[in-house]
């Protein structure tokens, strides 16, 4: 799949799943290229455009990785990220 294809999987899955936190949504960054697999860090984005205001600090998983081959989307922890940064793979 070439980047635009990986984005908007990305995208898709990302708006599907709506408001994460009162206010906001996840967004994603641009990705970092692996060799099976597609990475987006989370971004909080605000759910009404006219509000100004940055968004709490949270925790949890920074991000997804989408298969380069099926498409495929997973929500990977902080250690399986080191684990991809390193190997190349997060298994």
Same mark, same amino acid.
């Given at each position: 799949?070439?980047?635009?294809?990986?984005?908007?999987?990305? #995208?898709?899955?990302?708006? $599907?799943?709506?408001?994460?936190?009162? =206010?906001?949504?996840? !967004? /994603?960054?641009?990705? @970092?290229?692996?060799?099976?697999?597609?990475?987006?860090?989370?971004?909080?984005?605000? #759910?009404?455009?006219?509000? $100004?205001?940055?968004?709490?600090?949270? =925790?949890?998983?920074? !991000? /997804?990785?989408?298969? @380069?081959?099926?498409?495929?989307?997973?929500?990977?922890?902080?250690?399986?990220?080191?684990?991809?940064?390193?190997?190349?793979?997060?298994?």
């Amino acid at each position: 799949m070439n980047i635009e294809e990986l984005h908007n999987i990305a #995208i898709t899955y990302t708006d $599907n799943m709506g408001e994460v936190i009162p =206010g906001f949504k996840f !967004g /994603i960054t641009n990705p @970092r290229l692996f060799t099976k697999y597609a990475y987006f860090n989370f971004t909080l984005q605000s #759910i009404n455009k006219d509000i $100004n205001r940055e968004p709490p600090a949270v =925790g949890g998983a920074p !991000g /997804i990785v989408v298969n @380069r081959d099926t498409g495929e989307v997973k929500v990977i922890s902080f250690s399986e990220l080191r684990s991809l940064e390193a190997n190349g793979d997060f298994k």
